[in-house]
């Protein structure tokens, strides 16, 4: 059965019962493959730094609005900067067998009264890039949003 808005538009059956979710907690998810942790930049930026100089080319830059940085303390300083606030939430990504810091990724536009958030400025190693561990760390957050804290959109 089609529903319509006020204005004869077709929309979405109603969700009944729907309560606002919480906001993310910075607590780690933990896999098999990963353990994906609130990003802090004194802890992990020198990792990262590490992994992403492994790259040949500036390709895996191309989609992001920043980067790539040349000098370790220019990374550092905008991973303090931009990187360390509530929307967007960074995460690292942490090697299991290595524990080492492989990559990143957020959620941003968080919009708990409305069960809507997103994942976004993924920046994958070529550590990390088509490997189970990236598939996990995926699987880690689309868990933590849909199973744990019941958002209806990611």
């Known amino acids: 059965m089609k529903h319509k808005n006020k204005y004869g538009q077709p929309i979405g ?27 802090v930049p004194e802890k992990h930026a020198e990792e990262l730094y590490a992994a992403y100089v492994k790259q040949r080319h500036d390709q895996d830059w191309t989609y992001l609005p920043y980067g790539p940085f040349e000098h370790f303390d220019d990374y550092q300083s905008w991973l303090t900067k931009t990187c360390t606030g509530d929307d967007p939430l960074f995460h690292t990504i942490i090697e299991a067998e290595t524990n080492k810091a492989v990559g990143v990724a957020s959620f941003l536009r968080i919009q708990p009264g409305i069960g809507v958030i997103e994942v976004g400025h993924i920046h994958f190693s070529p550590l990390l890039q088509k490997t189970p561990v990236a598939t996990e760390a995926m699987f880690l957050m689309m868990s933590r949003v849909f199973d744990e804290l019941g958002y209806r959109r990611y």
């Open 13 to 39: 059956s109603p969700v009944r019962g729907w309560q606002a979710c919480t906001f993310p907690p910075r607590s780690a998810m933990s896999g098999i493959w990963c353990r994906v942790e609130i990003l």
